[in-house]
């Protein structure tokens, strides 16, 4: 995807390097709106200063840290007149000295200085403490820490916490630049939805956006429209003092640099906007926008791994065969022609999510209608399933396939996201999905299910190249689909790997988890991902995807294993047997009961079946089963 604000106004809060800002943001066709926030003071006199120098000089602070560049120049000018600056870089040369990043490795080599040691990139406190750790412990030791603007808490508690003694200095603080005008016009036009995107390089930025909006007296409305914004974050340091101010980043580039944020906002602005757009709604008595109510629900929170008063709980396949209202609608017309009715699609959805009181709902649709655009002859033939009539059997046979580079082609699957989010209760979350790019492969090349999959492992195993150019493909046209469905209101999507469990975990890293990694970079951020592959639990760890994933687990392995296996930083979705629903009420909830003794209470999981329900299914058995989990469910 090329990088592409797409007329988008973004506004910038650089200071020194604003006119480079502002270039970068129209060379990818945004509107620059680069307001200078800050400009160092120095304090003067620093008498902490010369004191700090005479200690270090003496042999009492006996390791620095030297957090900016320009903080230890200041140091250098702050001392120079009242301490021999030639005797203090000599004791600074004799003790442990870290940098916390390039700047100041460089300004200490123009005073002719090597630091003992260098924090690695993100350059943030938690690395540095890391290296504090590692290799340069502060133990019995009388740190001094030249300090940046504010005084950063976590770093000093992290110091003392492992038997230092912090010497803090402040050398320069961060006032308002000298002219205050850019800035008061920048505040002013976020508080009043002038503009779509806050790029932010520095954490001080922070606070004096918001020093400047009290000053205006626009705190709330700057506060409310931030909210509604994309954000945009240079790395950890910024994006932690937007959390102590409690302000969110939507994301942080892979690296921290001025370029790499612009580049990155410049891909993922426009879907991610849209996606802001449809989950903000007016408060109707302020005019402020606020976040869909949606977004602080059970199921939501779950997938954030926050704790929860119980477990949520939605079904796949929750509105399917099994009821009598869906049986009815399915009577008159075919599963493919009602998956391009969007009103009768939102109309069997949320009549199961009423019947059954579940904390989610998902859209009504398949899998494989992606692949109708890219070029393949489908049907759903009653008895044998989907049917693809013309397979990739041949490397030659992958020309054929045409990537989704426009969604309208998919516009009935999009609707019915509109008007399903429409439909439901506010405060229901909606889930979109797709298939993930092995499952529809293999569809293509199978030309329906299979037990062995021969067709797919040829072409895997016999032509790299070929499998290479059908998955990029496949990859790209479905990131497209779903930032599609979350800018139309889908609040979470789920991939669903239905064919993955005939790979080994070595197959699977080498043959589709490149892919699944290219997904994951481009979905709009923020968005949870459930990815759901079946039938190996061997592929568990595997799926963990990025820091918003939820991983889906099938009935195959017990909860509190496969939990174990993929890492409980991660949440996870499952995992009663389905065939359990067909059941007398007692076993269905002595085995549902196992499933949540097996989560153990941890924050993060969401109740589901292994798979959807199957057309056997008793509707009272998942209505009880809906209410068993409700009444006797809760996490820590």
């Known amino acids: 995807m090329e990088p592409d604000f797409g007329g988008l106004r973004v506004a910038a809060l650089e200071s020194r390097r604003a006119s480079d800002m502002a270039r970068l943001i129209e060379k990818h066709n945004g509107l620059a709106y680069v307001s200078p926030s800050m400009r160092e003071v120095p304090i003067e006199p620093n008498r902490p200063a010369i004191d700090f120098a005479y200690r270090v000089i003496t042999g009492e602070i006996t390791y620095v840290i030297i957090m900016t560049g320009v903080g230890f120049r200041q140091l250098i000018k702050a001392i120079e007149r009242h301490v021999d600056t030639q005797q203090f870089l000599d004791s600074l040369s004799d003790i442990t000295t870290v940098c916390r990043g390039p700047k100041p490795v460089a300004v200490m080599r123009e005073f002719g200085l090597k630091p003992t040691h260098r924090v ?18 502060v133990e019995n030791q009388t740190v001094g820490l030249q300090e940046y603007g504010v005084s950063n808490t976590s770093l000093v508690a992290g110091l003392e916490a492992r038997g230092g003694k912090v010497v803090p200095l402040r050398v320069y603080a961060w006032d308002f630049p000298e002219d205050t005008a850019p800035l008061e016009q920048n505040v002013r036009a976020i508080s009043e939805g002038g503009r779509d995107v806050l790029l932010l390089t520095s954490g001080h930025q922070v606070v004096n956006m918001l020093r400047m909006a009290d000053q205006m007296q626009l705190t709330d409305r700057l506060r409310g429209r931030l909210r509604a914004m994309v954000v945009a974050s240079i790395g950890p340091t910024t994006t932690n003092m937007l959390q102590e101010c409690d302000l969110t980043a939507d994301f942080e580039p892979e690296h921290p640099k001025m370029g790499h944020l612009v580049v990155e906002a410049a891909k993922r602005c426009r879907g991610l906007a849209e996606y802001k757009k449809v989950n903000t709604v007016m408060d109707p008595k302020t005019g402020q926008p606020q976040q869909h109510p949606s977004v602080d629900s059970l199921f939501m929170r779950a997938c954030r791994g926050e704790s929860t008063d119980r477990t949520p709980i939605w079904l796949m396949r929750q509105a399917g065969r099994y009821m009598q209202e869906y049986r009815e609608v399915r009577a008159r017309q075919s599963f493919l022609e009602l998956c391009k009715k969007p009103a009768l699609c939102s109309e069997v959805m949320c009549t199961a999510v009423e019947r059954l009181g579940v904390d ?52 009935f699957v999009i609707e019915t996201v509109r008007q399903t989010r429409a439909d439901l209760p506010s405060h229901l979350p909606l889930i ?17 299910g299979s037990r062995q999959y021969a067709y797919t492992k040829r072409l895997m195993y016999g032509d790299s190249g070929a499998w290479d150019v059908l998955m990029q493909r496949l990859s790209r046209s479905v990131v497209r689909y779903l930032n599609a469905q979350i800018a139309a209101g889908a609040q979470c999507v789920q991939l669903f790997d239905s064919w993955a469990g005939c790979l080994n975990p070595q197959d699977y890293s080498q ?126």
């Open 120 to 137: 690695a990139e993100p350059n943030t406190w938690r690395e540095l403490l890391q290296l504090v750790d590692n290799v340069a412990p």
């Open 360 to 411: 989610a709902a998902i859209i009504f649709s398949d899998l494989l209608p992606i692949l109708e655009p890219m070029g393949f002859d489908l049907e759903f033939v009653k008895g044998d399933g989907p049917v693809i009539h013309n397979p990739l059997r041949e490397p030659a046979d992958i020309d054929r396939v045409r990537e989704v580079e426009d969604v309208d082609c998919l516009d």
């Open 432 to 448: 979109g999905f797709a298939g993930s790019p092995f499952t529809l492969a293999s569809y293509a090349i199978e030309g329906g």
């Open 511 to 636: 043959f589709v988890l490149p892919y699944m990694k290219q997904i994951f970079e481009g979905l709009t951020p923020g968005v949870p991902v459930i990815n759901f592959a079946t039938g190996n639990p061997e592929l568990l760890p595997l799926l963990r995807g990025d820091r918003r994933t939820v991983v889906g687990i099938d009935w195959r392995i017990p909860l509190d294993a496969a939990w174990q296996r993929v890492g409980y930083d991660r949440p996870v979705q499952g995992n009663l047997d389905p065939t359990v629903l067909l059941g007398e009420p007692e076993i269905i909830r002595q085995r549902a009961g196992e499933v949540l003794r097996q989560a153990g209470n941890r924050p993060g999981h969401i109740f589901n079946l292994g798979h959807g329900v199957l057309q056997q299914t008793p509707v009272e058995n998942v209505i009880a089963l809906v209410e068993y989990v409700k009444a006797t469910s809760g996490a820590g």
